[in-house]
Structures are given as C-alpha cells and as structure tokens.
C-alpha cells in the first residue's frame, strides 16, 4: 500500500513540474534565455551521465 502511494506521489510531482511553462522575465532576461539557446551545443559528459539513468519515478 506504501509503495502505491509513494509512485502516485511521485507522479503528481512529476506532472506538477512538467506543467511549469510560463516564465515571467524581463525584457532582458529573455534576450538572455534566446542568446543562451542560440550557441551551439557543447559536450557535457555530467549530463549525459544523468540523461542515461532511469528516472527516479520509474524505478522499482
């Protein structure tokens, strides 16, 4: 029953995290957000090490 109600905590996290679309930023800091996504991609092995693990929600 414990392990139930901990993956339907999880999950109603996971759902509340991923409906946070709207940012509130200034003119400024949007520019600053587009600069950021203009730059070319950069290898990082950290995130790609974190990328290829399953997500906590998903383990049993």
């Given amino acids: 029953m414990r392990a139930g109600w ?3 905590a999880c999950q109603h996290a996971e759902q ?3 409906d946070q679309r709207l940012l509130m930023v200034s003119g ?3 520019q600053a957000i587009l ?3 203009d730059r070319p991609e950069q ?3 950290g995130l790609a090490d974190l990328f290829s ?3 906590v929600w ?3």
């Fill in 53 to 55: 693990r399953p997500p």
């Fill in 35 to 37: 600069d950021m996504l």
């Fill in 43 to 45: 290898d990082n092995p």
């Fill in 28 to 30: 400024r800091q949007y």
């Fill in 58 to 60: 998903d383990a049993q």
């Fill in 16 to 18: 509340a995290l991923l």
């Fill in 6 to 8: 901990r993956l339907t």
